[in-house]
């Protein structure tokens, strides 16, 4: 298997693209890595999205995107993992070059949400659960979080306000970010205050959602050691990717207060990684709600079981911490496009490697990872990327 280095990143900002079109987003985020990367065209093209059938009502998106792109008659395809469709995307690419099938590969995640009415959004997320099981019975995707954060708190004995370091520094870090949608800080006293969706889970809990794209390009490395770098740039190469499933019914699982995907996702690609919980510098997770922070930082070996909120409280999630968490601002305030929300992270793990996140620069970064999670942690991708500078 071939090693493979991200070798161009785009994004477009987080917010409510009334003027724009899916194709249009997609399209913004292609071009911009394709220019970083030095790139004209690619071997594939792959798609993460989630609600453009639902909420756009349009399929086939492999297809749309490619000619909207120039890309006409290239392979193209979308991939779906719910919320994770985005990381399943990278993760497609990859596997695509990795096994010498490709040499030039875009991954790319669109959603355009904004532009449908919330209870349309609501119902299209809810996808993400069990229709026979969880959604019949009128159980929407927060309701479903609500319900997991209510048991964590009981069992391990934490107060609400314990969460609120997630979402402070997920804020802080927006603050420096231009692409993020709520690019402003908050206070402990504004968590505590803001208006319940569904207890425990008040506004400050979770992410919005939005409209956006993020994509990067993918070749093999050797190709890097053999032509040399672009612009004279560390060499970003993936490490370790894995994806694991489980229930998606959270009520199946043997313990709905453990993220068994993440665990082996992330197992796994510490195992092909060569490295450990203690070598990351940084690690991008999927706090789309604030309970799903604690829990990943508990199944990736971050955190002992039920001890997940005591790295919020004692600094060490911030930028100058121990394991930094949500560097531009996580889905919390960078926002959650779902389908994109993948890459965004990975976009974001490159900045942070290359040395190009400004203010919210982790100092000496040079190992970083990403967990993207689709529905309440059925579908689960772990990436660790790498600098060699």
């Known amino acids: 298997m071939r090693k493979v280095a991200i070798i161009g990143i785009g994004q477009t900002p987080v917010s409510e693209h009334w003027e724009k079109s899916l194709r249009e987003l997609a399209g913004e985020a292609i071009i911009a890595a394709m ?65 010498g099938e490709m040499d030039c590969v875009i ?49 391990y004995g934490w107060k609400h306000s314990d969460f609120a370091p997630f979402s402070i520094v997920a804020h802080n870090n ?17 968590y505590i205050k803001a208006r319940m969706i569904s207890e425990p889970i008040n506004l400050l809990d979770a992410s919005p959602t939005g409209d956006g794209a993020a994509a990067v390009v993918m070749v093999p490395a050797e190709l890097i050691y053999t032509n ?28 709905p207060l453990w993220l068994s995907a993440a665990e082996i996702s992330a197992s796994r690609a510490y195992s092909q990684s060569g490295l450990t919980p ?10 789309a709600f604030s309970i799903m922070s604690a829990l990943s930082l508990e199944a990736c070996g971050f955190a002992e079981r039920g001890q997940g909120p005591q790295l919020g409280l004692d600094g060490e999630i911030t ?23 993948g890459v965004y992270q990975i976009v974001e793990v490159v900045e942070q490697l290359r040395g190009q996140a400004g203010l919210n620069q982790v ?14 942690g059925a579908a ?9 500078k």
Not at 240 to 253: E, N
């Open 174 to 190: 927006a603050v420096n970010n231009p692409y993020a949608r709520l690019s402003f800080a908050i206070t402990e006293l504004d």
């Open 278 to 287: 203690n070598d990351i510098d940084f690690f991008e997770l999927h706090d």
């Open 35 to 99: 220019l970083d990367a030095g790139r004209e065209t690619a071997d594939g093209l792959f798609v993460g999205n989630m609600l453009s059938g639902s909420l756009n009502r349009q399929e086939n998106l492999g297809a749309l995107i490619a000619d909207w792109v120039g890309l006409r008659h290239t392979e193209a395809v979308k991939i779906e993992a719910a919320c994770g469709s985005g990381g399943a995307a990278v993760r497609a690419g990859l596997m695509a070059i990795a096994s």
């Open 380 to 388: 689960i991708v772990t990436h660790i990327l790498r600098a060699h």
């Open 228 to 255: 040399g770098r672009p612009n004279s740039r560390p060499l970003i190469t993936i490490e370790g990717s894995a994806l694991a499933t489980d229930t998606i019914a959270v009520h199946d699982r043997q313990d």
């Open 319 to 341: 930028i100058s911490g121990n394991i930094p968490v949500a560097t531009m601002g996580g889905l919390k305030a960078r926002g959650h496009p779902v389908g994109a929300t």
């Open 107 to 155: 991954s790319v995640g669109v959603e355009k949400m904004t532009d449908s009415k919330s209870n349309e959004t609501t119902a299209a997320l809810a996808t993400a659960a069990d229709a026979d099981w969880e959604t019949t019975h009128g159980l929407s995707f927060v309701a479903i979080n609500a319900l997991i954060m209510q048991r964590y708190i009981h069992q």
């Open 363 to 376: 100092e000496n970064a040079s190992i970083g990872m990403t967990q993207n999670i689709g529905g309440s």
